[in-house]
C-alpha cells in the first residue's frame, strides 16, 4: 500500500466570484484524486466562499478564521490580529511535516517549514509595473507574490512566456520552475459552428474570445476596445 500524500491547498481562489485560476483547481483537484488514490487534499478556507469547493471523496476543509476582518468590525489593533492569525494557523495548518502546501495565490504561511509549491499565472504585475496600479495594496500584492515565488521549492509556470519572465524579473533559477500548460474540461467538445450563429460557415476564418460579455465587466480583457477597434477595421469583410 502506498504512503499518503498530504496536500494542503489554501483557497484564495475560491473567496471571490468563479474565474480562471479557479477553474483550474476545479479541474486538476478532482483528476488528480481520480488518478492518485493515496492523495490527500484539505483545502485551507475561511468560513464564507464566494463559490462552491469541488467535491471529492479525497479532499477535505478546514476552516481557518481570517483575522484581518476583525481589524475594522471589532478595531482589533493590526499587531493583534497577525499575532493571532499565526496562532492560529500554526494550530489549524501545522508546521509541514510530512505535507505540500500548494498556494493557489501565492499565500505560504510564514511559520511553514515543509515542501511548497506555487502556480504563477501571469506576472504582469511586475512587467509592466510602471502601467499597472500603483499604491499601497497592489505594492503588498507584489510583495506576497514574490515572496511566495522565492519559498517555493517548485514553481508551475502555465506558460514559456511565464517561466521566462519568473527568471528574468526575480533572478529564478530554470530548475525550479516546471511549464504546465492549461488543459481543458471535458465539456469542450469538437466545435459545430453551426452553433455560434447563421453568419459563421466552416470555411471563413473567426474571432473566438473566451470570456465574460458582461456589459458591466466589459472592460476585463479589453472585450468592447477589441469590438470597437474591429468595427473600424476597413478589411473586416476581405477575409481575415
Partial sequence: MRKQINLLVDASVYKKPAGGASRIFDEILLRMCDMEPSLKVELMTPRRLAQSLPKHSNIGRKHVPNFSLMESRWFMPKAVSS????????????????????????????????????????????????????????????????DAIKRADKIIAISKSTAKDIQ?????????????????????????????????????????????????????????????????????????
Wanted: some cysteine; aromatic content about 14%; glycine content about 8%.
Fill in 168 to 240: 528574468e524579473i526575480l533572478g529564478v533559477k530554470s530548475e525550479k520552475i516546471e511549464v504546465i500548460y492549461l488543459g481543458c474540461s471535458e465539456a469542450f467538445v469538437p466545435p459545430t459552428i453551426s452553433g455560434a450563429g447563421n453568419n459563421v460557415s466552416n470555411d471563413e476564418p473567426f474571432f473566438l474570445y473566451v470570456g465574460t460579455r458582461s456589459i458591466k465587466k466589459g472592460h476585463y480583457k479589453n472585450f468592447l476596445k477589441v469590438l470597437e477597434a474591429f468595427s473600424k477595421w476597413k478589411r473586416k469583410d476581405a477575409g481575415l
Fill in 83 to 146: 499575532f493571532c492569525q499565526d496562532q492560529f494557523n500554526r494550530r489549524i495548518v501545522g508546521y509541514g511535516q510530512d505535507k505540500i502546501w500548494h498556494a493557489t495565490y501565492y499565500e505560504i504561511p510564514e511559520h511553514w517549514e515543509g515542501s511548497a509549491v506555487v502556480t504563477v499565472y501571469d506576472m504582469i504585475h511586475e512587467r509592466f509595473a510602471k502601467q499597472s496600479t500603483v499604491g499601497s495594496v497592489h505594492d503588498a500584492f507584489r510583495r506576497k507574490k514574490n
